[in-house]
């Protein structure tokens, strides 16, 4: 087959979605399959990225447009970028060469109504690569009123592109959920999860970690973040717990990547003196394996409003690595059900936790920290299931089956649950 996929992230960017194109469209290209790609020339935060504007790389066939990136700083700078890119998209659907099937990603968010458009003007087949929903997540975080002429007309727009693709992806079954309830079939809603790659993300012991020494952190219980700190996660639980245990000798609790919470984070550290605690930058994809395995507990939080919208893929890096998680979040969500699922680690609801969720919390990262048993066996278990469901070439030959319309049934599907 020949396949387009668009996404404004592809490698050598360090965004998320564009590190799981890369794994996706590489494999597919392995298999034979003739796989190009168009993105974005601009960085995921910000400044161009050091790469050619076409290039083959590992079989897959790339294509950056643009040459500038506004970065993610502001919401109007996200715009700027969002609305550039999604006219040159346009236009090559529109006017480009034919594909056996374009596969769109949802960053910029509404690339589905350009594949409805390109569908009903000249017969191109899509399919919808659901990373998040919008504008679900501008409306679940009060950026998009509820009900406003605007967000009405957003959601039309959105459905317009749901509902005219060959098959929508969804990353688990809350996502697949509320899709269902956007009007899409669902013999064309298959579940496909994120995931990580056993090759590149496994335990590695502590002393063979060369950024153990870098970060001085041995004989302590490192408690990490890692990844976006974005406005679909809560902080304010974690950092009443690190203000809490601000001396308590044998916690450190590391930050690592970017986002728009990471100033707050910090800010609120300097402010309370918290001395246990640092933020560092994102490492390359080639070193996250050893950044990953730096902790002993691995944090995720959500909000319970954005639950089934956004699905932190920052679980499965994780699990890979066999290190417990401790998730502040609903319940009712594709990580939490993975992490309670597996066993895999403590999920603390904050709607059944009544008020006490900072104390939950706090008990927890004691626990954790004192039994090293507890983490093991978390670990262990987490390692099995991101094996079975979650490791790169199951989830991946799935997408294959998809991609050769065969759409598995929800209930034979790779789920996140």
């Keep these: 087959m020949t396949l387009l996929f668009v996404n404004q992230h592809y490698y050598p960017d360090v965004a998320a979605t564009g590190q799981k194109l890369t794994d996706l469209a590489e494999y597919l290209a392995a298999r034979g399959h003739a796989v190009h790609i168009l993105c974005s020339r601009g960085k995921y935060l910000a400044g161009a990225l050091d790469a050619p504007a076409r290039e083959t790389r590992n079989g897959v066939h790339i294509r950056r447009t643009g040459r500038t990136s506004h970065g993610r700083s502001t919401h109007l700078r996200r715009l700027l970028d969002y609305a550039g890119f999604y006219a040159r998209v346009l236009l090559h659907l529109l006017f480009g060469r034919r594909y056996d099937r374009v596969i769109l990603l949802t960053t910029p968010p509404l690339l589905g109504v350009a594949g409805g458009l390109a569908r009903r003007l000249r017969g191109q087949e899509y399919a919808i690569w659901s990373m998040d929903l919008h504008p679900d997540a501008e409306e679940a975080l009060g950026m998009a009123p509820a009900g406003h002429p605007v967000t009405r007309l957003l959601h039309a727009l959105n459905d317009f592109g749901y509902r005219n693709a060959a098959f929508v ?8 959920a509320r899709i269902l309830a956007r009007g899409v079939a669902p013999e064309r809603v298959a579940i496909l999860p994120m995931w990580d790659r056993k090759e590149a ?3 590695v012991p502590p002393d063979e970690n060369p950024l153990f020494d870098r970060f001085d952190l041995r004989d302590r219980c490192v408690v990490m973040y890692s990844g976006n700190a974005g406005l679909a996660h809560r902080f304010d639980e974690v950092l009443e717990a690190m203000l809490a245990l601000r001396d308590h000798p044998d916690l450190y609790f590391l930050f690592a990547g970017d986002g728009p919470r990471k100033q707050d984070i910090i800010a609120f550290a300097e402010r309370h003196r918290i001395r246990n605690f640092s933020y560092v930058d994102y490492v390359p994809r080639e070193a996250l394996v050893y950044s990953l395995n730096l902790a002993d507990v691995h944090l995720l939080t959500l909000r319970r409003e954005m639950a089934g919208i956004a699905v932190p893929c920052k679980l499965y890096g994780s699990m890979a690595a066999g290190k417990p998680t401790l998730m502040v979040g609903p319940e009712a969500s594709e990580p939490a059900q993975a992490i309670l699922d597996a066993g895999a680690g403590i999920v603390i609801d904050p709607d059944r936790a009544g ?3 900072v104390d939950e919390l706090i008990q ?8 090293n048993d507890l983490r093991t066996a978390y670990g262990l278990r987490g390692r099995e299931a991101f094996l079975a469901a979650f490791e790169m070439d199951v989830v ?15 209930e034979t599907a790779v789920t996140a649950a």
Excluded: H, Q, S
């Design 355 to 357: 008020g006490r969720t």
């Design 169 to 176: 992806a969804a990353l688990g079954p809350f996502m697949r």
């Design 201 to 203: 993300i496994y335990p």
């Design 396 to 410: 991946c030959e799935a997408w294959a089956r998809c991609l050769e319309g065969r759409v598995p049934a929800p």
């Design 364 to 371: 927890a990262l004691l626990a954790l920290a004192e039994r």
